[in-house]
Structures are given as structure tokens and as C-alpha cells.
């Protein structure tokens, strides 16, 4: 679940109502005496603060200056320590929504936040906000236009509701911000309030529609003098334990074994703009499973990145898209080689599924001439399999050499938010395996008014070992215009046959030329019966490039619509001309010869803020050959018990019939293809109970299930075609997948940046040759497997040099 907040930020981005734009400005005032973080306005010290009020609707019809009765009232104070923050927000206590969720998560309930630009370059940007249960988020803003919210920072806020509606205070250490070396500064602001119950939310300092961008329209901060930034230093060290039970029983393996660990995390800030963050020796146990699928693709699935370190204040190492965390720490490279590497009568008796990461680096920041500099650093560490001999003697096989990842980025601003990009990445690896290194050039033009815009990116990647030198170019060239209710763009991407940057980044195929073109019609301003809507027309083609060959061509034509009753539909269709795929028979220099099909795609959500909310999707997909017919459909639903505890559900349910795939290689190195049905079904359940703002318990369980019924067989031919094929070698191959887990944390924040979870997780998984028809019976199956049970403790400690310094 993404958070109302990412909402109410693409709300304020995309809103398309036509007002004067002006720029506002208040003062924050100094004050000698800290108020009280209480949440109640009381204090003597914001009496002589100025108000900044007149908060611009932008929902549910934009452009209105919020009524008195529900106005909002925001003052803003300083010292040499922090930055402080009162805010009112008008309302009657009834309408105000206040789920209880713990930190990071805004739920069903009002809140209110404000973003900071301390260098005023308009690109880059800090959120803090507080919901009105007392729930604090945070988020970074890049030029990009992305939200990190796993960007983190410490600091102190409480909420009150009384008769007028609700308050909050805010205390935002200098520590958690950084800021040029001035002794006047003008700070770039703006305030966000939403109203949940009414789908209501305003900014203080209006964003344009017609403009691109976020942080590029708002507000200034004036009157701070005097400032400095402190000694930003703290240690956050931690110690875990684990238990692991799965029934082995086998001789000599036990069936339960424990762990202890310790590390720590530093962040140390340089200088009042860079920032050095560092893990040593984590333990990223306690995340989250994946989302394991069956994939028939000769592609790799991607994972999303789960660890803290490899999310949080990433956007200088995203540029570019060369950069995929999953890389660091994962599977290790040479894992399913060993199995080739077997003697007569040896048998493997344990192989690491993931390498271990000793240390991992990172130091980012900008400079007050808009140069953003970012290093990266991990090494993971050597990683070995166990094999037993004949003779029931032990040897090593290595899987993973010892691996060092780095990276490196230079990203300069320039006028009209426009910005040009140096990015290398490097992986090295001890021993004879390759090294790998890839270099980019991005950038991005904007015109005065952010109206039109060109950005491209230049790229070569090298492996080398002894006498391999692969070296491989490609580039990416965009433009088109960005703001308006007319929307376009044209792009243009291209790759050699030796490019591959999948050493640290996620690559599925290169050798192409690819073309496409895109354009939108929205409109904003309510209608009779709807509140906003979009239309789109998109098309996409791609050819080989060496030689050269076409490839595929699809068109892509759609609708959305936000009605006022605040439900939502879109449906759009798809038609895909029949092609080349160079990739499906797994063999270089041959080629499959792809079938046309129409997609057509529905869905609806209602309305969330709601006790009771859902959705639900329909795809269906016709294919012009061997009576090719697919369909996915599911639906996800959300019920809040009360404001502590809530169920969510969501069922995916996506049958296949007469699809034609690739499936294997003949004894006679024949490339056979299948034309099978395919079964898939996907159910989660989520239960989120929250003692406090600070302590909450969270249960994710999934089951998944998918199959694959082979009902005849095909020889692919030089021409691309399929030819019938009578054999009946892969007769009895068909598969059957199923995996289920379960996650459940409690989490419980002690005190600032400091956290004590427990975490409980079974996984039970299967692959089988055959069919096994049915939900329920493959689900019975899956439960009665062998099941990995972990049980873990975290506790970390979060300790400031400054704090440190004055307790002492």
C-alpha cells in the first residue's frame, strides 16, 4: 500500500487548474527559548510568530483558497539547534480521520507536512509530516520528481485534537537537514494538509499545473540568520539473534541452528552538504520474502530491493538505471555451476544461497553550486559449497569470489531545473572471474518555461579477464513536451550487441533499435460527473540491431477517470503485430516467429477513504494463432475494524489457454516449443494492528500457485515457424510451482531512532514435473511441505555525538 502522502504529492504536481502563480514568502522568527513539543499551541514563545494561511485547494476542486471555517495556520521558529514548527488546522473533530499506523505509513488519517529546499536550488528537497494519530513520515525530493521515502531522520513531533479541529508541533534538528554556510538564509518552502474523510488536500504555495515539477514551485522561508551546521555524527549499533528450524533429517545435518550477530551503522556528516553513511557487518534477515513466481520467460525476474541501506538516499545512484542493489549480496554467481563440477559418486551437502556483504559505503551530497557528488562502495565476501566425496571426505567449491561494487556519480544542476550527469559503476572480482565496469553521460534540458524538454544518455560497458575485452555502447535520446493539459513525447533507444550492464544493474537483452511515440490529453477541472480525467495513445517499435531485423510493433490506447463520488476506472486496449523474438528459443542466431493479439485491460477502485474499500481488474488477451486466449482478473479489498486495526486482502486469478512457448532441446538438439494451458492463482492476506505511533504488528501471508499443462509439441524451423512434432520425449514435462510464506513483525520504536523488532517467517515452496489440478488441493500440498520456520531479534540503539556530548 503507497501511502495517501505519494498521492497528495502527484495530486500537487499533476493538478491542472489555471490560477496566478505567485510566489510566497514568510519569516521564521528567532526565538531564545525552545517551545515545549507537546502539540498544544500554548507556549509564549509563538505569540509574536507570523501565520502563513491561505492554503490553494487541489481536491477536489483545485484552485480554491481553503474557507475560513477549515483554514490552516503555520508558524515557524528557530535557534541555533533546530527548526521549529506549529501548526493549526481548523475542523470539526468528528470529520478528522486518525488511523493509528506506525512511522513511515500515513493510512487513513488527516495529516499535515512540510518540505524545505535549504539551498533553494528548486530541485531537491526534505518532508516531514505528522498525521493527526501522531504517525510521522519523511521523504526526500530529488529532480527527478521521485519520492524516497525510506530517507529517514530524527526528529520530534505530537499532535492534539481539541474542539477547533487539531494541532501538531514539529522539532527538525539542524542535524536532520543540510544547508549552505551563510549567515543570511532563504530557504525554499512548502506546506501540505489533507483531509482524508473528504478527499480533500491544499498546498500553501500553489502548484501550477501547466508547469512541470514539485519542488521547482514553491515558496520562501526568510529571516534565518546565524546558523550553523552541527557536528552531524551518529552510531546506530545493533545485535541480533536468530533461530532457523527445517526438517533436514538427515544424518550429520541438524534440523535447528541459531545465530548471533552484531554491527552498526555510522552516518557522518562531512560537511554541512555531504554526508558518509556506512554498514558494517548488517544483517538484513528480518526483510521481507520475496515474491517467488514461476517465470517461463528466458528473462530474469526482478526483485524489489527490501534492505533499508540499499533504498534510502539512492537518487543520485539511480541515475541512469544502471544501478540494481539486488546485485550486492544476492545469489552467488557461480551457485548453480556446481552441480558440473561433481565427481563420480559426490553429492552436495550444503550451497550458500546468497553471499554474504561485510560492508557496504555511501557518501552523497551537494554542493551550494548545485554539483551532486555520490560514492559507493560494498564488498561481499567469498563464498564456498560443500560437497561430500565418495568417500564421505568434505571439499570446497567457490560460488562467489571475493566482489567489490562501487560507484560514482557527478550530477550537476543548470537553469530551468535542467541538469547533465557522469555516472561509472565498477564490479571487481578476486581471482580469475571478469571485472565489469559500465560509464554513462545523462542529462536533461528544460526550456525557460518548463514547457519542452530533451534529455538523453550515452553509455558503454566493458567486461574484462585475460583475453576477454567485451566492450558494448548505447544510448537513449527523449524529448517532447512535459506541461499542459497536452502532453507528448517521442524517444529513441539503442543498444550494441555487446552491451551489458548486468554485472550491477538489471539488463534483460541488448542488440536493438527501439522507437516509440506517446501522448496524453488531461483535464482537471470538474465536470457534471467526474472530477478529473486523462486519455492516452502510445506506440512502440522495436528491430535488431545487428543484424538488422524487425522485431515487434504495438499500439497502446487508453482512459482514466476520477468520478465525484471519488472512484476511479480506466480501460485500455492493446494490439500487438506479429514479430520476431530472438530471445524465446534460448539459442543464438534463431528466431520465433510471434503471434499477433489484442489486449484489453479494465479496472476500478473506490473510494479509500472509506471504512470499507476495494478494487478490481479484468484483462483479456486474444491471441490470432492456435486459439490463444488469456485472462487475469482479480480484486484487492481493504476493511478498517477501528482506527488500530485493519484486514486487507488481494486475489489474483489468471488462466492461459494455447499458449505457444519454448520448452527445451531435444536429444537430437531439435529447439522443441509446447502449445499448454497455463493456471495461476495469487492470494495475500495483510493484518496491521497498532498498539501506539511507535509500536505496531504487521502479518503478510501469500500463497502462490502456478502450473504449466503441455498439450502438444512443436520443432522450431530455420524459418522461424513451427512444424509439428510427434515425439513424445517431453511428454511428461509439464511443472507444477507452489509457494507459500508468512511474515509477521512487531516493531516498536523505544526511543528516538531506535528500534527493538521481532520477526517470525515460514516459507514452504515446491516445483514438480506433473499436474496437480486445483486451487485447493495444490494449496493442502503446499501447507503439508517441509516447512523453514525463522524466528529473529533486532534491537538498535540510535546514539547522537551531540546528545553524547552534552550528557556529558
Known amino acids: ?79 541555533n539547534s533546530a527548526i521549529y514548527v506549529s501548526a493549526r488546522m481548523y475542523d470539526h473533530p468528528d470529520s478528522i480521520a486518525r488511523e493509528l499506523v506506525t512511522r513511515d505509513r ?202 533499508q541501506f540499499f533504498t534510502e538516499g539512492t537518487e543520485l545512484f539511480n541515475k541512469g538505471d544502471l544501478f540494481y542493489s539486488r546485485r550486492i549480496g544476492s545469489f552467488p554467481a557461480y551457485t548453480n555451476s556446481v552441480n558440473g563440477q561433481l565427481k563420480a559418486g559426490e553429492t552436495v551437502k550444503n550451497n550458500p544461497t546468497e553471499s554474504k556483504l561485510i560492508n557496504a559505503t555511501k557518501v552523497s551530497g551537494r554542493t551550494g553550486k548545485g554539483l551532486g557528488i555520490g560514492v559507493f562502495n560494498a564488498v561481499t565476501n567469498r563464498a564456498m559449497a560443500t560437497v ?28 530551468n531545473n535542467s541538469s547533465v550527469t557522469l555516472l561509472n559503476t565498477n564490479v571487481l572480482r578476486q581471482g580469475s572471474a571478469y571485472d565489469a565496469n559500465v560509464s554513462a553521460f545523462l542529462f536533461r534540458l528544460n526550456n525557460k518555461k518548463n514547457k519542452y524538454h530533451v534529455q538523453g544518455a550515452a553509455k558503454m560497458s566493458q567486461q574484462k579477464s585475460g583475453t576477454m575485452d567485451d566492450t558494448g555502447y548505447g544510448y537513449e535520446l527523449r524529448g517532447g513536451k512535459q506541461s499542459g493539459n497536452f502532453t507528448w513525447n517521442i524517444q529513441q533507444e539503442f ?41 492516452w495513445f502510445e506506440a512502440d517499435h522495436s528491430q535488431r540491431f545487428k543484424p538488422q531485423a524487425y522485431q515487434s510493433f504495438e ?44 489486449r484489453v485491460n479494465a479496472r476500478f477502485n473506490s473510494n479509500n477513504a472509506k471504512k470499507y474499500s476495494g478494487g478490481a481488474y479484468l484483462s483479456l488477451r486474444f491471441q490470432d494463432s492456435y486459439g490463444g486466449f488469456g485472462l487475469s482478473t482479480g480484486f484487492y479489498q481493504n476493511y478498517r475494524v477501528n482506527n488500530k486495526l485493519s484486514f486487507g486482502t488481494e486475489v489474483m486469478v489468471a488462466p492461459r489457454y494455447n499458449y505457444v512457448n519454448w520448452i527445451g532441446k531435444s536429444s537430437t538438439n531439435e529447439i522443441i516449443f509446447s502449445r499448454y494451458d497455463r493456471h495461476t492463482v495469487e492470494s495475500v492476506i495483510d493484518v496491521k494492528y ?70 517470525y517467517k515460514d516459507v514452504a515452496q515446491e516445483s514438480e514435473m506433473l499436474n496437480r489440478e486445483g486451487y485447493g488441493r495444490n494449496f493442502g500440498r503446499v501447507i503439508g511441505r517441509p516447512q523453514n520456520n525463522s524466528l529473529s531479534l533486532k534491537v538498535l540503539y540510535y546514539l547522537d555525538y551531540l546528545q553524547l556530548k552534552k550528557k556529558n
Open 555 to 598: 499500439v497502446n490506447v487508453g482512459g482514466w477517470m476520477k468520478f465525484k463520488n471519488f472512484w476511479s476506472a480506466n480501460v485500455n486496449m492493446e494490439r500487438e503485430f506479429s514479430g520476431n523474438d530472438f530471445y524465446e528459443s534460448r539459442t543464438a542466431g534463431r528466431v520465433f516467429n510471434t503471434f499477433s493479439g489484442t
Open 106 to 307: 500515513v493510512g487513513n488519517s488527516d495529516f499535515i507536512g512540510i518540505i524545505f529546499d535549504p539551498y533553494l536550488d528548486r530541485i531537491n528537497g526534505l518532508g516531514f509530516y505528522v498525521t493527526a494519530a501522531g504517525s510521522q513520515y519523511d521523504a526526500k525530493y530529488s529532480s527527478s520528481g521521485n519520492e524516497d521515502d525510506n530517507w529517514n531522520a530524527v526528529w520530534d513531533s505530537e499532535v492534539k485534537i481539541d474542539e477547533k479541529g487539531w494541532t501538531a508541533e514539529f522539532k527538525i534538528p539542524y542535524s536532520a537537514l543540510r544547508f549552505a554556510n551563510k549567515d543570511v538564509q532563504t530557504w525554499g518552502i512548502n506546506m501540505i494538509r489533507s483531509r482524508q474523510k473528504v478527499n480533500y488536500q491544499s498546498c500553501w504555495n500553489f502548484v501550477d499545473p501547466k508547469v512541470n515539477g514539485f519542488i521547482n514551485q514553491e515558496g520562501e522561508l526568510n529571516g534565518i540568520t546565524n546558523i550553523k551546521s552541527p557536528v552531524r555524527l551518529s552510531f546506530s549499533p545493533y545485535v541480533s539473534t536468530s533461530v532457523n528450524n527445517y526438517p533436514y533429517n538427515l544424518p550429520g545435518v541438524k534440523n535447528t541452528a541459531g545465530s548471533f550477530n552484531g554491527g552498526m551503522d555510522v552516518k557522518y556528516g562531512i560537511n554541512q552538504s555531504f554526508t558518509l553513511d556506512m554498514t558494517l557487518v548488517p544483517d538484513f534477515g528480518q526483510v521481507r520474502s520475496d515474491n517467488q513466481v514461476l517465470n517461463l520467460t528466458p528473462f530474469e525476474v526482478k526483485f524489489n530491493e527490501n534492505r
Open 495 to 535: 543498444t550494441d550487441d555487446k552491451f551489458n550492464p548486468s554485472d550491477l544493474g538489471f539488463f534483460t537483452n541488448n542488440n536493438f533499435l527501439d522507437h516509440s511515440f506517446f501522448m496524453a490529453y488531461s483535464k482537471y477541472t470538474p465536470g457534471k460527473w467526474y472530477l478529473q480525467y486523462e486519455t
Open 1 to 79: 500500500m503507497k501511502q495517501a502522502l505519494l498521492l497528495a504529492l502527484l495530486f500537487c504536481t499533476f493538478s491542472m487548474y489555471s490560477v496566478a502563480q505567485n510566489i510566497k514568502k514568510m519569516n521564521a522568527l528567532r526565538t531564545e527559548s525552545a517551545p515545549k513539543i507537546d502539540g498544544v499551541l500554548d507556549d509564549a514563545e509563538w505569540t509574536n510568530a507570523v501565520a502563513a494561511s491561505e492554503f490553494v485547494e487541489l481536491r477536489p476542486v483545485p484552485g480554491n483558497v481553503e474557507s475560513r471555517e477549515k483554514r490552516t495556520e503555520i508558524k515557524i521558529l528557530y535557534d
Open 388 to 415: 561430500l566425496t565418495a568417500s564421505g571426505q568434505e571439499r570446497m567449491v567457490e560460488t562467489q569470489p571475493l566482489t567489490n561494487y562501487s560507484i560514482i556519480v557527478l550530477d550537476q544542476n543548470l537553469k
Open 690 to 759: 497498532t498498539f501506539t505511533a511507535k509500536m505496531g504488528l504487521n502479518l503478510r501471508g501469500r500463497h502462490y500457485w502456478s502450473d504449466r499443462r503441455n498439450k502438444s509439441f512443436f520443432m522450431l524451423q530455420d524459418d522461424g515457424n513451427l512444424r509439428a512434432d510427434p515425439g513424445t520425449e517431453f511428454i511428461n514435462r509439464q511443472v507444477n510451482y507452489n509457494v507459500f510464506n508468512i511474515d509477521m513483525v512487531y516493531s516498536w520504536q523505544f526511543a528516538p531512532g531506535s528500534e527493538l523488532s521481532v520477526t
